[in-house]
């Protein structure tokens, strides 16, 4: 794996020229894919020589220059602005603010004109990176120490759930891991981190660690705040506010932005929008269903029946179908954290299903998003999930393109998540056919049934409040 790592450094990469890497990327892929099935064949060992040729790995990477990705640069861009004690939901590089600055080795920059979407436990990690120096490289060193920090803590909760170290594995030599963190320096690592710390602690029942622990996450990126749905049945009410306070509090500092501070996220809500894979199905039927015309007819009918609806005109905007099929898909988030909280899920497994529930509703889903995942596969080895971790690179395949109309490779979803599906849907009709032979079920469609019998396999309830 090691000589297929090194090979990617000396393989020219670019847009229009993916094949090389793609090609040996599939070739570490299958090695890993060799020593995963060795490891799941294992009921002993520690890990340690896994641990430590997964820090080789990463060193290998962590000082050579991204080639995949440019967002290094717009995290460099914002800790600089904050170290300056300036305000990077204010001094984005298209403001006023971002001009004046005129720093001019910080390199092309995509999407100047939006602000930053990095909530603020993020700023502060591209602080502290761009503090160490020099360039992007002082970034892409923390992502990969907490990257190296998330292997500890998985064989920490490994041991809590009574399972072999040596599964540590599973995402320690993920090739998707390696090059998304310490090439690439996508900051996944740190909110990924503070959600395993969050398992950890609620298996221990240390609720209220737990909440702060998924607040944090939640303030590195977006999704461990959704993330509290499956722990919502084993975390008191008392514990709760923790997350709106320390929301409140870390935002603080930026309130001279105003309504900038989510103007970010928002302008990433309404515009982003790639690799998708259900929410791409739901798009589509609702293109061929074309319900807008039907829906402004219904608007306009209640404006005209019903007096001072005048505020229903701002419904015109978002009965197209893009914005239908994201609603629809929030709807569905919903509705299966809801189901999750209801059927009283036991929490790491909802973890599981919910990260990877909202991987494949998302309108966007670039291969670093599926690091979400990854480490849940330690504890619940689930051979589609594995092979959706290496056929997510296909995405690169159409690198450098710009727009929908500019992908060259229609194809590429089909053969990145189909395969997946047709592994999963195999998985579900076999748990089926088992279930009614009387042998006795599976966990999940294309999951390895490993339920753990440790002293943490049932979490036991909250005392009643």
């Given at each position: ?277 259900l929410f791409g199905v739901v798009h589509a039927a609702i293109v061929w269903m074309n319900p807008t015309p039907g829906l402004k007819a219904a608007i306009a009918c209640v404006r005209r029946s019903v007096p001072h609806t005048s505020g229903l005109d701002r419904l015109y905007g978002y009965v197209y ?96 998540y189909g395969p997946f599906y047709c592994l999963a849907g195999a998985g579900w009709l076999r748990a089926r056919l088992r279930v009614r032979r009387g042998i006795g079920g599976a966990a999940a469609a294309g999951t390895v049934d490993d339920s753990g019998r440790g002293r943490a396999a049932c979490i ?6």
């Amino acid at each position: 794996m090691e000589c297929g790592f090194v090979a990617m450094l000396f393989t020219p990469t670019g847009p229009g020229r993916t094949l090389a890497f793609l090609v040996l990327f599939f070739a570490v892929f299958a090695c890993y894919v060799l020593a995963v099935r060795q490891v799941l064949g294992r009921a002993d060992g520690t890990g340690w020589t896994i641990v430590g040729l997964a820090c080789l790995f990463r060193l290998t990477f962590v000082f050579a220059a991204p080639v995949l990705s440019d967002d290094l640069q717009r995290y460099l861009w914002d800790g600089r602005v904050t170290l300056d004690g300036g305000n990077p939901y204010i001094a984005f590089p298209a403001s006023p603010a971002g001009a004046a600055r005129g720093d001019a080795d910080i390199g092309p920059l995509a999407h100047k004109e939006v602000a930053t979407v990095y909530p603020p436990a993020a700023q502060l990690l591209f602080a502290g990176g761009a503090a160490l120096g020099p360039g992007i490289y002082g970034i892409k060193i923390l992502v990969v120490l907490l990257d190296l920090l998330v292997i500890a803590v998985l064989r920490a909760l490994l041991r809590e759930r009574g399972r072999p170290g040596l599964r540590v594995l599973i995402y320690a030599w993920n090739p998707l891991a390696v090059t998304e963190t310490a090439w690439s320096g996508h900051i996944e690592p740190a909110a990924t981190l503070c959600v395993l710390l969050a398992a950890v602690w609620i298996i221990q029942k240390r609720e209220a660690g737990a909440t702060f622990a998924l607040a944090a996450g939640g303030l590195v990126k977006v999704v461990p705040l959704i993330l509290i749905a499956p722990l919502l049945r084993r975390i008191r009410a008392r514990h709760l506010p923790i997350v709106p306070v320390a929301v409140t509090l870390a935002y603080w500092p930026f309130r001279a932005a105003g309504r900038l501070l989510f103007a970010g996220l928002r302008e990433y809500a309404d515009r982003w929008l790639g690799n998708e894979s259900l929410f791409g199905v739901v798009h589509a039927a609702i293109v061929w269903m074309n319900p807008t015309p039907g829906l402004k007819a219904a608007i306009a009918c209640v404006r005209r029946s019903v007096p001072h609806t005048s505020g229903l005109d701002r419904l015109y905007g978002y009965v197209y179908p893009i914005d239908l099929a994201k609603g629809a898909c929030a709807l569905a988030v919903l509705g299966f954290a809801a189901w999750l909280v209801r059927r009283d899920v036991e929490p790491l497994r909802g973890l599981y299903w919910m990260s990877g529930a909202l991987l494949l509703l998302s309108p966007t889903a670039h291969p670093w998003y599926f690091l979400w995942v990854l480490p849940w596969l330690c504890l619940f080895p689930s051979p589609p999930w594995i092979l959706l971790s290496g056929l997510v690179a296909l995405a690169y395949a159409n690198l450098g393109a710009s727009g929908r109309a500019g992908e060259p490779y229609p194809w590429i979803r089909l053969a990145e998540y189909g395969p997946f599906y047709c592994l999963a849907g195999a998985g579900w009709l076999r748990a089926r056919l088992r279930v009614r032979r009387g042998i006795g079920g599976a966990a999940a469609a294309g999951t390895v049934d490993d339920s753990g019998r440790g002293r943490a396999a049932c979490i036991a309830r909250p005392a009643p409040r």
